[in-house]
């Protein structure tokens, strides 16, 4: 599977708007596509910031479809970034299931990818899979640079707060990640 991931600064003020355009026209043309598989809308109101991610089944779907541009007139072109998704671990979405997303951001070293992905997919999914009110994890990985993004979905926002995450990459990336925290605002 293949990801595209949109990032967008929303002007002070046009969030809810941006929203629910995302809801009411945007994912409904990204679903329409060849060799859709999911999306997520995630948002940060506090840095007035949205993360749009949808997953396609082979990277010739992802490349073939069509850049929507409905959110372009509130916040102008995104910043697009493409990514494998190397671990996926996420029910099939319900109306209010996943309400909050941790996502972690990695720099690995490009000779330590397999390993990470490996750890990511055989020991951290799994064990986050067990948190109290955990509703599936993804793994994005750019082998090109060494970027990894793991985003872990949670029913409420206390949970998401409450669980910790087990580390097992802190090794081979030298640290511990940039850690972001969102709303889900829709799923598709």
Same mark, same amino acid.
């Given at each position: 599977?293949?990801?595209?991931?949109?990032?967008? @600064? !929303?002007?002070?003020?046009?969030?809810?708007?941006?929203? @629910? !355009?995302y809801r009411d026209s945007t994912l409904p043309a990204v679903r329409s596509h060849q060799g859709f598989k999911r999306a997520l809308i995630l948002a940060d109101r506090n840095a007035s910031k949205i993360i749009a991610i949808a997953l396609f089944e082979t990277e010739a779907d992802l490349t073939a479809r069509t850049r929507t541009t409905f959110i372009d007139p509130i916040a102008g072109a995104p910043t697009s970034e493409r990514y494998e998704v190397s671990a996926y671990d996420m029910p099939e979405p319900e109306s209010g299931q996943a309400a909050y997303a941790r996502v972690n951001y990695r720099e690995i070293p490009l000779d330590r990818m397999d390993e990470a992905i490996r750890t990511y997919r055989d020991k951290t999914l799994p064990e986050v899979r067990t948190q109290n009110g955990s509703q599936g994890a993804l793994v994005l990985a750019d082998r090109s640079n060494g970027k990894i993004i793991a985003i872990a979905l949670w029913d409420t926002e206390a949970n998401m707060n409450a669980s910790t995450p087990p580390g097992y990459v802190d090794a081979i990336s030298?640290?511990?990640?940039?850690?972001?925290?969102?709303?889900?605002?829709?799923?598709?």
């Open positions: 599977m293949h990801a595209q991931l949109n990032i967008r @600064q !929303i002007p002070a003020g046009r969030m809810d708007e941006t929203l @629910q !355009i030298g640290g511990p990640p940039v850690r972001e925290t969102y709303e889900v605002t829709a799923e598709a």
